[in-house]
């Protein structure tokens, strides 16, 4: 064990250079705590700025900006407040267009935070906020580990006037995770002048570095003492009728909630879910399927997502995952609510650890189970980690199942003493499960230099062909997989913003290195101008040579055998910042045995503050031979021709920053169905709201359009904080 431990070490320092000296601000104390409503008119604000200016990243990096940018910061025993003054000459052109909370302001100006109150540069809290005080939170663990579903409970506001525009956060300290004992926080502030495409930043002002980014970004000094301890009780209540349409009606009264989130150290969380639904949880968009592989569907529920970057495991974002929180409570794609949930997180020193036990309800043809999920990471060197994750349970009950798994990640942003970013996972795990024969082992490497000009990265993964875990997510095993990642970029200037040129390429074997499947994508060229509205032509070169024949859709097989083909790819896209933008996005050529034609249209209409409203069409059409299939022992004629169509409508109407109503329709002719989402969402203030939430199912059948399910969910969830 010493040897390894040496070995990372070693390694890690040849990551790492020496600690560049950092930017420092010292944090004052103040008695009167200031209202974060966006005026600078408080006794805490009424003297010099702690940061006059920032400097660009974006267009040109380290040049001055081309407007000012006055920061002041403050705290007291509750809190840590910053107010920010962007001055604008023309404040007229100031792009604010997004007023929902918790939506990605793309298109719009405004100021990004990075607080890293652990000061280990490996992960931190993310906040932005707009000229119309819009506000969004994240988990940052840098690149690789975003997470913008993150909720927690923080105020602000913004204003416009006539020198341009400000804001003021308050962040309260109990709404995240601390050390009492640390001095100096990691820090990073961020404005963006959207009509210009101009970024500019305060401490890392390099091009390879990402504002969410934790390492080597600046400092506060002065927060030693302050406490992040309390308790939140969030009780809440949902009323729902269902109907369904053979005519069955279940009408509940009521189904009583509690969370319950207890801080008894300023760095330890322990929280408790009783009697949990997720009635007002966003809906997944559907998603079209050309493979003979199952689809990702990423987490949006607020119990796993707080605290959830701990979790990570190796860097991998997919096939092979140990943990994959959406497989509690959600069994054989329908919803099971939680009966209970336990979860403990938290930090001692250089360790970190998470544990996580839930006990799902009882549904019909789905038995009550127990989950377990535990997590324990050691900090090494600057910014690596060695890590353990265990797993046990099926949410399905059909096997005895765990996992037990090992990761290791070196991380540098100084990468050979120059401001880049280099990073190296490797992790090992296997699954144990009854009934099992070994062949149970999975493992891989990823070798990443994530940066402005060349952004490159190597990956070798195994899974073997009875590795299971049930919590974790795999879609394919019995393979080796080689990645391979190339890009480099050039900023010309003038019209052209930047040139991208890149190589992307996967190659699966099985495990004696036959080969089964390869792609190559050869993005020839990506032109980009001063707003991002972006042309990119791509070529990609295809091989499949799968096993047995399957289906790709209803009426198309793919025999058994080697499939070579080749297609082009164009795309155009206009910049997010525009009223109207639009996407266009051409496949054409070759597909296993025939064509494929496939057209991707999106239309968006930012008409005001208030109305966001979109439509996306997606169609492939394939022209495959007729094949005979063997299906259930009889044989069968499948045309071969297809046409695969998705439409996607949303609606946004925001009334202010804490009312909204959001409604997404979809349809696919593969079901033949087509569901609403509603949902209309009043933020009373952070932390306690009110939400009406519609869901309505229809299906295609030979006498018109017929309903399939009607779900009616009101909830209130109203936290209380101590």
């Given at each position: 064990?010493?040897?390894v ?9 040849w ?19 200031p209202?974060?409503d ?9 003297r ?8 660009q ?39 604010a267009?997004q ?12 100021i ?15 906040f ?20 913008d579903a993150?909720?927690?409970i ?36 961020e ?10 930043r ?10 969410a980014q934790?390492?080597?970004i ?18 809440s209540?949902?009323t ?28 330890l ?25 199952g ?6 529920r ?20 140990p943990f994959?929180?959406r ?26 650890f ?17 989950l377990t ?22 949410p399905?009950?059909e ?13 540098s ?5 120059a401001?880049?970013?280099?990073v ?11 009934g ?19 952004n490159g ?14 919590l974790g ?7 080796r ?15 052209l ?17 036959e080969?089964?499947?390869?792609v ?13 509205d972006?042309l ?8 499949e ?7 790709v859709?209803p ?14 790819q164009?795309?155009?896209e ?26 991707l ?8 503050r ?6 996306e ?29 998705l ?31 509603s ?13 009406l ?10 006498d018109g ?18």
């Open positions: 064990m010493r040897w431990l040496a070995s990372v070490l070693a390694a890690s320092a990551l790492s250079s020496a600690h560049a000296a950092a930017q420092v601000i010292d944090v004052p104390r103040v008695e009167v705590p209202v974060a966006g005026v600078l008119d408080d006794p805490a604000w009424q010099a700025p702690d940061i006059a200016d920032l400097r990243v974006e267009p040109v990096e380290g040049a001055e900006p081309s407007e000012r940018t006055e920061i002041w910061l403050a705290r007291d025993d509750e809190a840590l407040y910053i107010a920010i003054h962007a001055h604008d000459r023309e404040p007229e052109k100031l792009i267009k007023m929902a909370l918790d939506i990605f302001p793309g298109g719009d100006d405004r990004q935070l990075l607080i890293d109150p652990f000061n280990t540069e490996q992960q931190g809290y993310f932005q906020m707009n000229p119309l005080g819009m506000r969004r939170e994240a988990l940052s663990g840098g690149l690789d580990s975003f997470r993150w909720d927690t923080w105020y602000g506001d913004a204003r416009v006037d006539g020198t341009g525009w400000t804001c003021e956060f308050m962040i309260p300290f109990q709404s995240i995770s601390l050390d009492p004992e640390t001095d100096e926080w990691g820090f990073e502030v404005r963006v002048i959207r009509r210009r495409n101009e970024k500019g305060w401490a890392n002002v390099s091009q390879n570095h990402f504002v934790p390492g080597n600046g400092r506060l000094r002065g927060m030693r003492g302050v406490s992040g301890r309390g308790v939140d009780l969030k009780p209540m949902s729902s009728y269902r109907r369904d349409r053979i005519g069955r009606d279940s009408d509940r009264l009521g189904r009583p909630g509690l969370d319950v989130f207890w801080r008894p150290t300023s760095s969380t322990a929280a408790l879910t009783l009697n949990t639904d997720f009635s007002d949880a966003p809906v997944d968009d559907r998603q079209t399927n050309l493979t003979r592989f689809l990702f569907f990423p987490e949006t607020d119990f796993f997502l707080r605290d959830a970057s701990i979790f990570n495991f190796g860097g991998l974002g997919e096939n092979g995952m994959f929180s497989r509690i409570g959600i069994v054989n794609e329908r919803v099971v609510n939680l009966d209970a949930g336990v979860k403990l997180t938290g930090r001692a020193g250089r360790f970190e998470g544990a996580l036990h839930t006990q799902m309800g009882h549904e019909s043809g789905v038995d009550a189970q127990r999920v535990g997590r324990m990471l050691a900090h090494v060197g600057e910014e690596s980690r060695v890590g353990l994750i265990f797993t046990e349970g099926d399905t009950g096997v005895s199942n765990n996992v037990l798994g090992v990761d290791l990640s070196l991380r942003s100084r990468f050979r003493g401001n880049a970013l280099a190296a996972d490797f992790w090992l795990q296997r699954s144990q499960s009854s099992s024969s070994g062949r149970e082992a999975a493992f891989g490497a990823k070798l990443s230099y994530p940066n402005d000009r060349i990265s190597l990956g070798f993964t195994e899974i073997q062909e009875n590795f299971d875990p049930r997510f795999v879609n394919r095993a019995g393979i997989q080689y990645d391979a990642d190339l890009r480099y970029r050039t900023r010309p200037g003038g019209l913003r930047r040139l991208d040129h890149q190589v992307t390429a996967k190659l699966v074997t099985d495990r004696d290195d080969m089964r499947s390869r190559i994508y050869f993005h020839l060229v990506e032109v980009a101008n001063e707003l991002e972006r990119r032509l791509t070529y990609i070169l295809n091989e040579r799968p096993l047995a024949g399957f289906f859709h009426d198309a097989y793919i025999p058994a055998g080697d499939h070579p083909f080749d297609q082009m164009v795309t155009l206009s910049a997010e910042s525009r009223s109207l933008k639009g996407k266009l996005e051409f496949t054409w050529g070759e597909f296993y045995t025939g064509r494929l034609q496939k057209t249209a999106l239309v968006e209409l930012r008409a005001s208030h109305l966001f409203a979109s439509l069409w997606e169609q492939s059409d394939g022209r495959l031979p007729e094949q005979l299939a063997d299906v259930d022992g009889a044989t069968v004629r499948v045309p071969g021709d297809f046409t695969l169509r439409v996607r409508a949303r609606i946004n109407v925001t009334f202010t920053t804490a009312v909204s109503w959001v409604t997404l329709v979809q349809y696919d002719n593969l079901s033949d169905s087509m569901g609403l989402n949902r209309l969402r009043w933020e009373v203030e952070p932390g306690r709201e009110i939400s939430v519609v869901n309505q199912g229809w299906t295609a059948e030979a359009v017929a309903p399939t399910r009607t779900d009616l969910t009101a909830k209130l969830a109203w936290t209380f904080r101590y």
